[in-house]
């Protein structure tokens, strides 16, 4: 599994997770986020990764900061999966 792949799904299953825990559907989170819902649901499969500014529509509609998002991503993970400068 490739980096991306698996940053994309850690947070597709965070953002259900929000979703869930405000009780949104699917389609109503895509609507307040202006968002399609079929990229919502490829976010939430892990299958595309949002950009940022999806990201910040994301956490307007869903009321949380976006760091509340990408708190998956802990410094460990950052550590293990981001390449050192060179």
Same mark, same amino acid.
């Given at each position: 599994m490739s980096e991306v792949t698996h940053a994309a799904e850690l &947070?597709?299953?965070r953002i259900r997770?929000?979703?869930?825990?405000?009780?949104l559907t699917q389609v109503m989170l895509a609507e307040a986020s202006g968002i399609p819902q079929s990229h919502m649901s490829?976010?939430?499969r892990g299958a595309m990764l949002?950009? &940022?500014v999806t990201l910040?529509?994301?956490?307007a509609a869903l009321d949380c900061k976006v760091?509340?998002?990408?708190s998956v991503f802990?410094?460990?993970?950052l550590r293990?999966?981001?390449?050192p400068d060179t």
């Amino acid at each position: 599994m490739s980096e991306v792949t698996h940053a994309a799904e850690l &947070l597709g299953t965070r953002i259900r997770e929000m979703r869930k825990k405000r009780r949104l559907t699917q389609v109503m989170l895509a609507e307040a986020s202006g968002i399609p819902q079929s990229h919502m649901s490829s976010i939430e499969r892990g299958a595309m990764l949002p950009n &940022l500014v999806t990201l910040f529509r994301l956490a307007a509609a869903l009321d949380c900061k976006v760091s509340s998002l990408v708190s998956v991503f802990d410094i460990k993970y950052l550590r293990n999966t981001v390449p050192p400068d060179t």
